[in-house]
């Protein structure tokens, strides 16, 4: 299935795939609206995925981590996916271990930031047609596990095609649902915004294309999206990624319901590892969630650790990348 990714993406997509033409394994995240900042790996770099860590990101969020003033457009080209064919991987600017692929803000398909940060996240098969994995990680975590040791140990191993964390605490997409709607449309104002309206039509669809089994919802499973690990070979995993974005498209920003739907509706779907809860990197927030899931704070921290959102516009405190909080 064919998407159309917009003018900024088409171009990072091809300057990326000469980038990544040697990475059988990569690692990506995204980073729009300066709403974080890039965390640099918690592990070791291997010779397999050292140039693979990729960062897709607009031109604000560039400014951001180059500690720059606006500059044009122009000025930024060289460096970036924008108006660049075939750029090769030195081309790209670097922060730390990651490779900066900057967008050309006029050319995003969304006008929302979450939702652009979302393509290259349900569509990473577009951009690395040639790798064998990829590793998404929010800006929000520090990946701690070495990116060639998670793939073996939650795709090889258990023989998957698609891994993620399950959902610390919400086992269904009706749970899911609820959550969401429970702060989306918490109060008659926000009922009436389209991130409220977009929740609820959602659902609605979903119950009524369901309406013949009355217990779909208890066969669903939920996950974090935060970290995801693709086996990027299986058609059934990229199937699975073009329906995921398809479905995302079609409704609201939150995309762990969208996965949920389309796994439970997929056929064939691609075998999905969950990912067992006592290496959520939320078990550490309470001491009981510690004994609930029988975790120890070793296990917890093994895979990822958070840090809270960061914004320009909430704080000055801006650190420069690589500097960890305390």
């Given at each position: 299935?064919q ?7 088409d171009?990072?997509?091809r300057s990326?795939?000469?980038?990544a033409?040697?990475?059988r394994?990569?690692?990506l995240?995204a980073?729009f609206a300066?709403?974080d900042v ?20 607009d ?7 180059l500690?720059?003033r606006p ?5 930024f080209?060289?460096?970036g996916a924008t108006?660049v ?6 081309a790209?600017?670097t922060?730390g ?5 900057v ?20 569509l ?6 040639e790798?064998a ?21 939650f ?5 998957a ?10 086992n269904?997409?009706?749970?899911e649902?609820?959550w969401?709607y429970?702060?989306?449309c ?5 009922m009436?915004?389209?991130?409220c309206t977009s929740?609820?039509?959602q659902?609605?669809?979903y ?7 009355a217990?779909?919802a208890l066969?669903t499973?939920?996950?974090?999206g ?8 299986s058609?059934?995993t ?7 974005h398809q479905e995302?498209?079609r409704?609201?920003?939150?995309d762990?319901l969208?996965?949920?739907?389309v796994?439970?509706t997929q056929?064939p779907?691609?075998?999905v ?10 078990v550490?927030?309470?001491g009981?969630t510690?004994?609930?899931?029988n975790?120890t704070?070793a296990?917890?921290l ?8 960061f914004?320009?516009?909430s704080s000055k405190?801006?650190q420069?990348?690589g500097?960890?909080?305390?």
């Amino acid at each position: 299935m064919q998407h159309v990714l917009g003018q900024a993406f088409d171009a990072a997509r091809r300057s990326v795939r000469a980038a990544a033409a040697r990475c059988r394994t990569v690692v990506l995240t995204a980073l729009f609206a300066r709403a974080d900042v890039l965390r640099s790996p918690h592990h070791r770099v291997d010779t397999e995925t050292v140039g693979c860590y990729f960062a897709f990101v607009d031109q604000q969020s560039a400014h951001m981590l180059l500690g720059q003033r606006p500059r044009t457009k122009a000025s930024f080209e060289p460096d970036g996916a924008t108006g660049v064919d075939g750029a090769s991987m030195e081309a790209l600017v670097t922060v730390g271990v990651w490779r900066l692929i900057v967008l050309a803000a006029e050319g995003l398909p969304y006008r929302e930031a979450r939702r652009n940060s979302r393509v290259p996240k349900l569509l990473v098969h577009r951009f690395f047609p040639e790798a064998a994995f990829a590793i998404w990680v929010d800006a929000k975590l520090e990946l701690r596990m070495a990116p060639t040791d998670a793939v073996r140990r939650f795709l090889l191993a258990p023989r998957a095609e698609v891994a993620a964390v399950r959902n610390l605490r919400r086992n269904t997409i009706a749970h899911e649902h609820a959550w969401i709607y429970s702060w989306m449309c918490s109060s008659p104002l926000k009922m009436q915004d389209e991130t409220c309206t977009s929740i609820v039509r959602q659902w609605d669809t979903y119950q009524r294309e369901q309406a013949a089994d009355a217990d779909w919802a208890l066969q669903t499973s939920v996950i974090e999206g935060a970290l995801m690990i693709y086996d990027l070979r299986s058609v059934a995993t990229r199937c699975f990624l073009c329906n995921w974005h398809q479905e995302y498209s079609r409704f609201s920003e939150r995309d762990q319901l969208s996965f949920s739907y389309v796994l439970h509706t997929q056929r064939p779907r691609p075998h999905v590892y969950f990912i067992p809860r006592r290496l959520h990197w939320s078990v550490v927030v309470q001491g009981d969630t510690l004994a609930c899931y029988n975790a120890t704070l070793a296990d917890a921290l093994s895979l990822a650790r958070r840090f809270q959102h960061f914004s320009m516009s909430s704080s000055k405190r801006w650190q420069p990348p690589g500097h960890r909080r305390p």
